[in-house]
């Protein structure tokens, strides 16, 4: 999808951080938003905030029911919906002993199961027309794993696997419709302040979050990129069509590591810098 202006995007989580981000650089290109997020404040400042025509809808993208409202809405507004970028997520870590079964399924709800209803919702409509693209927001956690990140990584993971799987049947119905998978390493946003809305508002806590707390927010403090510079990258993978947009290449020889692992049969042995 080369020329973006005057097309539609709908990207959720978008009243902050990378959603935020994308919604400014799509703004840029010369479209109409419709932002989704959980939080109806940030929503309205996202909208004043941004230099397009916006439209605002509050929703929870562990909910169906409230992605086929967002389609519905989306198309009664602008009568078509072009980018949709299934964005909503959340962090979640601590060891899978130490978290419980609803604090591991919260995360594989929203960053997993939003992605899916995102797709189900949006893209029988996106078919009829074809002109249309989606962005599924994964991360690097989607193709290397680590320590105390079990219900992420396997979220993440899923959202690959999801996207390659729906890409490839994209082809065999010979759809013109676009669809690539976002996997960024550590970027300056405020992901992990996603667990005021954990159920219990707390995080989980054991000897594995201890260690591997200090060294996840020593990587998020040091993040070189922003999610403006993420944003810039989504935008230039979606008119090239690219599948994958891998925003931090310094990853991609881990990624090739973990994969001579298992081409050689051998234990999971990419570093992980804990030590």
Same mark, same amino acid.
């Given at each position: 999808?080369?020329?973006?202006? #005057?097309?539609?995007? !709908?990207?959720?989580?978008?009243?902050?951080?990378?959603?935020? %981000?994308? =919604?400014? &650089?799509f703004? $840029? *290109? #010369?479209?109409?938003? !419709?932002?989704?997020?959980i939080?109806?404040?940030?929503?309205? %400042?996202? =909208?004043? &905030?941004?230099? $397009? *025509?916006v439209?605002?809808?509050v929703?929870?993208?562990t909910?169906?029911?409230?992605?086929?409202?967002? =389609?519905? &809405?989306?198309?009664?507004?602008?009568?078509?919906?072009?980018?949709?970028?299934?964005?909503?997520?959340?962090?979640?870590?601590?060891?899978v002993?130490?978290?419980?079964?609803?604090?591991?399924?919260?995360?594989?709800d929203?960053?997993?199961?939003?992605?899916?209803?995102?797709?189900?919702?949006?893209?029988?409509?996106?078919?009829?027309h074809?002109?249309?693209?989606?962005?599924?927001?994964?991360?690097?956690?989607g193709?290397?794993?680590?320590?105390?990140?079990?219900?992420?990584?396997?979220?993440?993971?899923?959202?690959?696997?999801?996207?390659?799987?729906?890409?490839?049947?994209?082809?065999?119905?010979?759809?013109?419709v676009?669809?690539?998978?976002?996997?960024?390493?550590?970027?300056?946003?405020?992901?992990?302040?996603?667990?005021?809305y954990?159920?219990?508002?707390?995080?989980?806590?054991?000897?594995?979050?201890?260690?591997?707390?200090?060294?996840?927010?020593?990587?998020?403090?040091?993040?070189?990129?922003?999610?403006?510079?993420?944003a810039?990258?989504?935008?230039?993978?979606?008119?090239?069509?690219?599948?994958?947009?891998?925003?931090?290449?310094?990853?991609?020889?881990?990624?090739?590591?973990?994969h001579?692992?298992?081409?050689?049969?051998?234990?999971?042995?990419?570093d992980?810098?804990?030590?």
């Amino acid at each position: 999808m080369r020329h973006l202006a #005057g097309k539609v995007a !709908v990207i959720t989580g978008g009243g902050s951080g990378l959603g935020l %981000a994308m =919604a400014h &650089a799509f703004a $840029a *290109e #010369g479209m109409a938003l !419709v932002l989704a997020d959980i939080d109806e404040e940030a929503l309205e %400042a996202a =909208a004043e &905030a941004v230099d $397009a *025509e916006v439209m605002t809808y509050v929703a929870d993208v562990t909910s169906y029911d409230y992605m086929v409202g967002l =389609a519905a &809405a989306s198309i009664s507004r602008f009568g078509h919906v072009n980018l949709l970028c299934n964005n909503a997520g959340v962090a979640g870590f601590g060891g899978v002993l130490d978290m419980t079964l609803d604090e591991f399924r919260w995360v594989i709800d929203v960053d997993l199961m939003g992605v899916l209803h995102g797709i189900k919702a949006f893209l029988p409509h996106m078919m009829t027309h074809g002109d249309a693209h989606i962005v599924n927001t994964a991360s690097v956690s989607g193709l290397l794993t680590q320590p105390g990140m079990s219900a992420y990584n396997a979220a993440k993971f899923g959202v690959v696997a999801l996207s390659e799987s729906v890409f490839y049947e994209l082809q065999l119905l010979k759809s013109s419709v676009g669809i690539s998978v976002l996997a960024p390493a550590w970027v300056q946003t405020r992901i992990f302040e996603a667990d005021r809305y954990r159920p219990g508002a707390t995080s989980p806590q054991g000897e594995i979050a201890e260690i591997v707390r200090p060294a996840m927010v020593e990587l998020a403090s040091n993040a070189r990129l922003t999610a403006d510079d993420v944003a810039v990258k989504v935008v230039e993978g979606v008119k090239a069509n690219h599948f994958y947009i891998v925003t931090h290449k310094g990853v991609l020889p881990f990624i090739k590591h973990r994969h001579e692992d298992i081409e050689m049969l051998r234990n999971p042995s990419v570093d992980q810098g804990l030590g």
